[in-house]
């Protein structure tokens, strides 16, 4: 008696191009281009692997003006943009440090902190002299090391968010901070404030919903490629996944 065919193994899923997502998450081909005054720099640390739920590349398609560069280093803000910036102060950096909007009484959706982390004078004034943005793509800790890892942001105009609404991942990715937004949230936030143009946030936050209205279709037909989040266990304090 022969032995049996083994069974062919299936053909590799594609990947999109442009955002680097398995096809059937991708939602490319609804984006809407933005033409940005402000420029874009998204740094991303190599670790970050959540192909199905990141947002930094989707957030990039929108733009003309926007860079994703992955890496843990770079010497300069020139060099991570691969071309000459004459003043890195007139760039902002979204600040990871302990100071929150809420803590400081704050109503602006956007804050420029001093040196010591406290709400600088003349808002209006350094915010209005911005060129550009730049911001760390990954968990919290992999954020934080690109932080420490980057001296040059130091040259950088601090800046923290102080957003109206929660982030739009709710159960699918939790956020340490109340404040905590996704890559493509913040972005929405920041661009649409300092460019005074609410379409900004508002095309960035659809495109945002999309996605995730995508991930959760793709759920039922292809878990692997969508897979639900695991669920914190309060009693023990460790994380199972719910088919456990």
Avoid at 2 to 18: G, L, R
Avoid at 32 to 54: F, M, V, W
Avoid at 171 to 182: F, I, N, Q, T, V
Avoid at 217 to 232: D, G, H, N, S
Wanted: aromatic residues 4%; contains cysteine.
């Amino acid at each position: 008696m022969s032995n049996p065919t083994a069974a062919a193994p299936a053909d590799p899923i594609p990947e999109c191009p442009h955002c680097q997502k398995p096809m059937p998450l991708c939602i490319c081909d609804s984006v809407t281009p933005i033409k940005n005054r402000l420029s874009l720099l998204i740094l991303q640390h190599p670790q970050e692997q959540d192909r199905a739920l990141g947002t930094a590349r989707l957030l990039a398609k929108h733009f003309a003006d926007a860079t994703v560069r992955v890496g843990l280093s770079w010497s300069s803000l020139s060099k991570a943009l691969a071309r000459p910036v004459e003043n890195a102060s007139h760039w902002a950096v979204l600040y990871l440090g302990s100071a929150r909007a809420a803590d400081l009484e704050a109503e602006d959706e956007i804050l420029a902190l001093n040196r010591k982390g406290e709400v600088a004078e003349n808002q209006r004034s350094i915010l209005g002299k911005l060129e550009g943005v730049v911001l760390l793509d990954g968990t919290w800790s992999q954020a934080k090391a690109l932080w420490w890892r980057n001296p040059w942001m130091l040259k950088c105009q601090r800046v923290i968010l102080n957003p109206a609404h929660p982030s739009r991942y709710g159960r699918l990715r939790k956020e340490p901070r109340k404040d905590g937004l996704s890559t493509i949230e913040a972005a929405a936030t920041i661009l649409a404030s300092l460019e005074k143009r609410p379409d900004i946030a508002e095309t960035l936050n659809a495109s945002f919903e999309r996605m995730l209205t995508r991930y959760r279709e793709v759920q039922a037909e292809m878990p692997e490629l969508a897979p639900k989040p695991p669920v914190k266990d309060r009693r023990r304090g460790v994380r199972r996944s719910k088919r456990s």
